[in-house]
T-cell receptor, first 116, second 113 residues
Framework: EAQVTQNPRYLITVTGKKLTVTCSQNMNHEYMSWYRQDPGLGLRQIYYSMNVEVTDKGDVPEGYKVSRKEKRNFPLILESPSPNQTSLYFC???????????????FGEGSWLTVV | AQSVSQHNHHVILSEAASLELGCNYSYGGTVNLFWYVQYPGQHLQLLLKYFSGDPLVKGIKGFEAEFIKSKFSFNLRKPSVQWSDTAEYFCAVNAYGNNRLAFGKGNQVVVIP
């Protein structure tokens, strides 16, 4: 079954304590990305990766880091979390191959992060 | 870069009423268009997508959307909603061959039994 798996699903942490949210996909997709969802703002892209060792900033990258050492994994790292990073985070992946000109993007189940 | 506008963030309607959610995008080139649904406490699920061909697209759960290129629109419709359609709906766009999705801010839809 095609899956994008995120962990943890729920986390409460304190300001400044480094944390990592893992993301793994089993579809051999080249493209992976991270979004955060906030009320009234929709989903905003944090970082994305076109392939292994290729990452780039999205619309709201401040305070986040990513790495893409393997094709299947794309962890999101918060080196020093702050309360304004309290949000719902989604990992997504898609094939680099075009389906009739487009690419369906698959989402993980989301990770609720609270920073106090 | 592409951007997406969704209007009427909060929509409340009764069961059996018809639903239409507007989506407008700004991008001059060829686009791919998506509607995603997020049920309470759940992740995003793809409702339907348009890549090319017939501009009237049918999706799951009785939803459809029409791509009108001249209006830069991709409105979502359902003729008769059910209580189980209570959810948040997101329109999304990416440029042809591009993986980056731009999302609208969403429509929170509440269906009253």
């Amino acid at each position: 079954e095609a899956q994008v798996t995120q962990n943890p699903r729920y986390l409460i942490t304190v300001t400044g304590k480094k944390l990592t949210v893992t993301c793994s996909q089993n579809m051999n997709h080249e493209y992976m990305s991270w979004y955060r969802q906030d009320p009234g703002l929709g989903l905003r892209q944090i970082y994305y990766s076109m392939n292994v060792e290729v990452t780039d900033k999205g619309d709201v990258p401040e305070g986040y880091k990513v790495s893409r050492k393997e094709k299947r994994n794309f962890p999101l790292i918060l080196e020093s979390p702050s309360p304004n990073q309290t949000s719902l985070y989604f990992c997504a992946s898609s094939s680099g191959q075009r389906e009739q000109g487009g690419n369906t993007i698959y989402f993980g189940e989301g990770s609720w992060l609270t920073v106090v | 870069a592409q951007s997406v506008s969704q209007h009427n963030h909060h929509v409340i309607l009764s069961e059996a009423a018809s639903l239409e959610l507007g989506c407008n995008y700004s991008y001059g080139g060829t686009v791919n268009l998506f509607w995603y649904v997020q049920y309470p406490g759940q992740h995003l699920q793809l409702l339907l997508k348009y890549f090319s061909g017939d501009p009237l697209v049918k999706g799951i759960k009785g939803f459809e959307a029409e791509f009108i290129k001249s209006k830069f629109s991709f409105n979502l419709r359902k003729p008769s909603v059910q209580w189980s359609d209570t959810a948040e709906y997101f329109c999304a766009v990416n440029a042809y061959g591009n993986n980056r999705l731009a999302f609208g801010k969403g429509n929170q839809v509440v269906v009253i039994p």
